[in-house]
């Protein structure tokens, strides 16, 4: 069974410091991984995608992808209380006849908690 | 633009009921995607739609059926609840590769 593996968390972080979340998976012929943020009681909002090995910036998010290690990061600098959240990892099926439209396999997310 | 809309927000129903959820697609998107999320876990994969077609699905029963309609905008069924179908039911519409979720519909089975 394909599998995208988060640590759960909780991880808390000092407010302004960089929070790291590393999400796993098993899915060697997944082409597409995403991040999406889910506040409590909310659904998740997709804040940053990544297709290709490297790092991928946008304003305080960057994303890091090793296809080699199976391994997907999100950095958030300058950490805001409002960036606690619980952050969940997807990747995407794999099939290229899909691409971009493929089902998401997601992990059970990582709890953030930005400490002022 | 208006985004995803889903409804209703919640729902309460008894075990053995049927429900059936509602989703709008964003402006342009063609492709609806709907998810299952338990309290405490990521999101699950059901079903996806395209040109109103079921084009891949999860490891639901056929208890869990669905359609789309012309304008893209698509129904959830789910026959015979269980008290394991209580979660918050996520749809997703996508176009060039990025799925965006609506609200949810929270539904709780007694």
């Known amino acids: 069974q394909k599998e995208v593996e988060q640590n759960s968390g909780p991880l808390s972080v000092p407010e302004g410091a960089i929070a790291s979340l590393n999400c796993t998976y098993s899915d060697r012929g997944s082409q597409s991984f995403f991040w999406y943020r889910q506040y409590s009681g909310k659904s998740p909002e997709l804040i940053m995608s990544i297709y290709s090995n490297g790092d991928k910036e946008d304003g305080r998010f960057t994303a890091q992808l090793n296809k080699a290690s199976q391994y997907v990061s999100l950095l958030i600098r300058d950490s805001q209380p409002s960036d606690s959240a619980t952050y969940l990892c997807a990747g995407g099926e794999g099939r290229i006849s899909n691409f971009g439209n493929e089902k998401l396999t997601f992990g059970t997310g990582t709890r953030l908690t930005i400490i002022p | 633009d208006a985004g995803v809309t889903q409804s209703p927000t919640h729902l309460i129903k008894t075990r053995g009921q049927q429900v059936t959820l509602r989703c709008s697609p964003k402006?342009?998107?063609?492709?609806v995607s709907w998810y299952q999320q338990a309290l405490g876990q990521g999101p699950q994969f059901i079903f996806q739609y395209y040109e109103e077609e079921e084009r891949q699905r999860g490891n639901f029963p056929d208890r869990f059926s669905g359609h789309q309609f012309p304008n893209y905008s698509s129904e959830l069924n789910v026959n015979a609840l269980l008290l394991g179908d209580s979660a918050l039911y996520l749809c997703?519409?996508?176009?060039?590769?990025?799925?965006?979720f609506g609200p949810g519909t929270r539904l709780t089975v007694l």
């Open positions: 402006s342009g998107h063609d492709t």
């Open positions: 997703a519409s996508s176009l060039a590769g990025k799925q965006f």
